[in-house]
């Protein structure tokens, strides 16, 4: 999302900018373009608003983040933009107050612009490299965390992402065992399907179970970490009665390896990884996610490590309903 409202308010900033170099040129006293100027201004505005009331919705819907500009975001808001645009442009061409009442409109819009640059890009940067609100969308963290949690996500403990790259400065810590990290899915295949529907620029939330050049393993439901059985672990839930048996596969474990990373395995074998899974090795800057609702949580044992890259941040702190107002850990 703050892509999105970084590109808005930078489209608003430019708005004001050229209004304020026209108004001194005299170019917006002309009636056909300070008509067309206003419309843009409208259309910009509609287009806007358009495009944050389907991410809120999407984000309600699926609890996870989009691609940046995706087809579902971009129709409605072009048709919100042509009618808005359109009424823009009625609005200060019929207009019987002369230039007068056309100087007005161009101060209102001044002012508008100015003032949604301002509060845009404040947020963006907030949201960008502070923190993020985030919605639990479903029952894989469970109990830890539930469906409609309202959470906040630290986005700079990890160290603060040179905007538009995937380089950190600044960190303050390391990924460690443990922790909770949201992420965005980790594939740039927008077709890419996982789970049963495609995942592409989708905001998770999973615990990290294996860091880099852990080897990781799951027998009879019970997680190892190089050949350490981590016992019962005090977060997890687990709801079905049985486990599923393991079977054996028709490829060695290099190949295992290799699809695992690839995000195939889930393909090649479907749900049998479940209960029995791995053995796998971390790659180098990349991690191993599990929910911790391990009977129904679409994770790492589907399709594969997290890269370094797609991480966005720790999750720090519920704060709504006020019932599970608190730190997250």
């Known amino acids: 999302m703050e892509e999105r409202l970084f590109w808005i308010g930078i489209a608003m900033g430019a708005y004001a900018w050229l209004t304020k170099r026209w108004t001194e040129d005299g170019k917006l006293d002309r009636r056909g373009f300070s008509a067309a100027w206003h419309a843009l201004f ?16 999407e984000s309600r819907r699926h609890g996870a983040g989009a691609d940046l500009w995706s087809a579902r ?8 933009a042509l009618l ?6 009625w609005r200060c061409w019929s207009d019987q107050g002369g230039g007068e009442k056309r100087r007005h409109y161009m101060n209102e819009d001044l002012e508008w612009a100015e003032t949604v640059f301002s509060a845009v890009l404040l947020a963006s940067f907030l949201m960008y490299f502070v923190v993020q609100a985030f919605k639990i969308p479903s029952g894989s963290m469970e109990t830890t965390l539930r469906i409609g949690d309202h959470l906040f ?3 700079f403990v990890y160290g603060v992402r040179i905007p538009f790259t995937q380089k950190r400065v600044l960190r303050w810590k390391s990924v460690q065992h443990g922790d909770i990290v949201v992420f965005r899915f980790p594939t740039d295949d927008a077709e890419e399907v ?11 939330i999973k615990r990290v179970i294996g860091l880099p050049g852990d ?5 009879n439901g019970v997680v190892s970490i190089n050949g350490q059985a981590l016992g019962k672990e005090p977060y997890t839930q687990y709801l079905n009665v049985a486990r599923m048996p393991k079977v054996d596969l028709p490829f ?34 990349a991690y191993f996610m599990m929910g911790d609702n391990r009977d129904r949580s679409c994770d790492g044992r589907y399709w594969g490590p997290v890269q370094q890259k797609y991480v966005k941040g720790k999750a720090w702190f519920i704060y709504w309903p006020p019932s599970r107002m608190g730190k997250i850990s």
């Open 84 to 89: 808005l645009g359109g009424l823009g442009f």
């Open 194 to 204: 996982h789970c049963g529907s495609p995942q592409y620029g989708k905001d998770f």
């Open 215 to 219: 080897r990781v393993e799951v027998k």
């Open 42 to 57: 409208f259309a910009i505005a509609g287009f806007a608003v358009a495009v944050v009331a389907m991410m809120s919705f």
């Open 252 to 285: 060695k474990l290099e190949q295992y390896q290799s699809l695992w990373e690839t995000r195939m395995l889930d393909r090649r074998i479907g749900d049998m990884m479940m209960d029995n899974f791995g053995p796998v090795v971390v790659p180098p800057d």
């Open 73 to 80: 975001q971009l129709a409605p808001a072009f048709a919100a």
């Open 153 to 155: 996500v630290n986005k």
